[in-house]
């Protein structure tokens, strides 16, 4: 059995306005106790999947590139050491600010041979209203540089959506990307929750956070259905609703999440899956170290699935894929255990066909390709 690692590193030069994410700004004498807490917590790690070989790695955050290289390739060293590894796709979430040739050059060394590069826009403003770091010519100097190094599979993302953004600046965002031509692109639309700073101004009605510039759900959707189109005349083969790779760039990793594949998570924050359980370790970076350093368990929740659970999920994380899921396979795994549940399923199905938000191809299910961006709709009415 295969299984990934996720290593969470949830330290961040500034907090960008759209983040809901567990991360933070802290000093960077936090950096190397937290390294040297996930490589313990690695090497003492419990027998869940011990027996399992580990083909990737992906480390994200967060800003894990502002660790010293010389600490991310201890991690590697450790989980090479602890596990069974045959590694083929070894992931570092990187932003363009944080990347030289010296650093690129030793991450290729320490084993990494993927980068996952969060652009978000190519236009200054957006970016400045966005909180980020970077600027335009950082990402050509940083893909310069992680190519300089030998780096052959990069990934980089955009958000649908960002304050100032209109039909301009996304497609000339979208040509400047093309025009780097990375292997794998990801395309995320602007989430408004009260999880983050822009989200709740927005919700708020206030004009903070340039949130009265955020572009209409509408306008939205236009850039990604734009996107769609031209990153699939550009050759990019779309495999999951925010994500495209060239033939034999899909990103390994993440595929086992929406397979619901087995993978461990290490550091604070990082969740786990054996198949039937899920777990996830404390978020607070500090109580985590302080957890690993006296031996006490950093475990904060433990879930066993439901085969009714079980089956959600089949639907949730099947469905993002373009693929989609196979409803003989899910007959025949879930009608003994939740029948009623699989018939109830079966009627939604049928009103979502009759409305053309999902189609079925012999016994595939899949969200129409015209309806993506109503996705969670689709999901709601299936599941809620």
Same mark, same amino acid.
């Given at each position: 059995m295969n299984t990934g690692v996720y290593i969470q590193v949830p330290f961040c030069q500034t907090k960008c306005t759209y983040c809901n994410f567990h991360t933070g700004v802290v000093s960077r004498d936090r950096y190397q106790p937290y390294a040297e807490a996930v490589c313990r917590e690695i090497a003492e790690s419990g027998p869940e999947l011990r027996d399992a070989i580990v083909d990737t790695v992906y480390v994200g955050g967060g800003t894990p590139s502002l660790l010293d290289p010389a600490a991310l390739a201890k991690i590697l060293d450790t989980l090479r050491r602890s596990y069974r590894t045959e590694l083929t796709e070894v992931t570092l979430e990187a932003d363009p600010e944080t +990347?030289?040739?010296?650093?690129? /050059?030793?991450?290729? =060394?320490?084993?990494?041979? !993927?980068?996952? %590069?969060?652009?978000q826009s190519f236009h200054d403003r957006e970016l400045r209203a966005a909180g980020r770091i970077h600027r335009r010519e950082d990402i050509f100097r940083a893909?310069? /540089? &992680? !190519?300089? *190094? *030998? $780096?052959?599979? +990069?990934?980089?993302? &955009?958000i649908a959506g960002l304050p100032h953004q209109t039909r301009e600046s996304w497609e000339e965002s979208v040509s400047q990307l093309l025009r780097i031509f990375p292997e794998h692109v990801s395309i995320y639309m602007l989430e408004i929750d009260e999880g983050s700073r822009l989200g709740r101004e927005s919700l708020a009605g206030g004009a903070r956070y340039s949130?009265?510039? +955020?572009?209409?759900?509408? =306008?939205?959707? =236009? $850039?990604?259905?734009?996107?769609?189109?031209? %990153?699939?005349?550009?050759?990019?083969?779309?495999?999951?609703?925010?994500?495209?790779? &060239?033939?034999? !760039?899909?990103?390994?990793?993440? %595929?086992?999440?929406?397979?619901?594949?087995?993978? &461990?998570?290490?550091?604070?924050?990082?969740? /786990? $899956?054996?198949? /039937?359980?899920?777990?996830?370790?404390?978020? =607070?970076?500090?109580r985590y170290v302080v957890c690993i350093e006296q031996g006490t368990s950093t475990r904060e929740q433990t879930e066993t699935l439901m085969p009714w659970h079980a089956l959600a999920e089949e639907f949730f994380l099947g469905l993002r894929q373009l693929d989609g899921v196979d409803l003989g396979r899910i007959e025949r795994d879930y009608s003994a255990h939740v029948p009623d549940r699989v018939e109830v399923l079966k009627g939604r199905i049928d009103i979502l066909r009759s409305h053309g938000l999902v189609e079925l191809d012999g016994e595939r299910l899949r969200i129409a390709p015209s309806r993506l961006t109503v996705s969670n709709e689709v999901f709601v009415e299936l599941l809620g």
């Open positions: +990347i030289s040739p010296i650093k690129a /050059s030793a991450w290729r =060394d320490a084993g990494f041979d !993927r980068i996952s %590069l969060g652009v893909t310069d /540089s &992680l !190519r300089a *190094g *030998g $780096f052959r599979n +990069i990934s980089m993302d &955009l949130a009265e510039a +955020i572009p209409s759900d509408d =306008d939205m959707a =236009d $850039f990604y259905d734009s996107a769609c189109a031209r %990153l699939n005349a550009a050759g990019y083969e779309h495999y999951e609703i925010s994500n495209w790779g &060239l033939p034999g !760039r899909h990103s390994q990793h993440n %595929l086992k999440y929406w397979r619901r594949e087995p993978y &461990l998570g290490f550091g604070a924050g990082a969740h /786990s $899956f054996d198949g /039937s359980t899920r777990w996830a370790n404390i978020h =607070d970076p500090a």
